[in-house]
């Protein structure tokens, strides 16, 4: 069964910098697309940080010149790094990946349970 496990996340004051990881395990034929959401509280889900699997990078307007999001193709694992945080930032951040589980399968996607990120003023 694939998984998807976030860590990094925590507490920090604004101007501060955290470090997310997902690594995704289990039966993984191909690995695509990767990204990073977050959802705060009374609010939608939005898409923060995307990479493929060329590594091209797309992100929200809000996060641009702040974060930056990786990947690690040997080890399966996707980051983002997160500086000069501010408290509008705080947020449930959620790893997103796309992938096969086998070869004659489609594509689907797979979230990880999310990592708690709260920026203080």
């Known amino acids: 069964q694939v998984q998807l496990v976030e860590s990094g996340g925590g507490l920090v004051q604004a101007g501060g910098s955290l470090r997310l990881s997902c690594a995704a395990s289990g039966s993984i034929f191909r690995l695509n697309a990767m990204g990073w959401y977050r959802q705060a509280p009374g609010k939608q889900r939005e898409l923060v940080a995307g990479?493929?699997?060329?590594?091209?990078?797309n992100y929200a307007d809000s996060v641009k010149g702040r974060f930056t999001i990786s990947r690690d193709n040997a080890k399966n694992t996707v980051y983002l790094q997160m500086n000069s945080l501010k408290p509008e930032d705080t947020a449930v951040y959620y790893c997103n990946a796309n992938l096969r589980v086998h070869m004659f399968s489609g594509s689907d996607d797979y979230w990880g349970q999310g990592t708690q990120v709260t920026v203080s003023s």
């Open positions: 990479i493929t699997s060329g590594g091209s990078t």
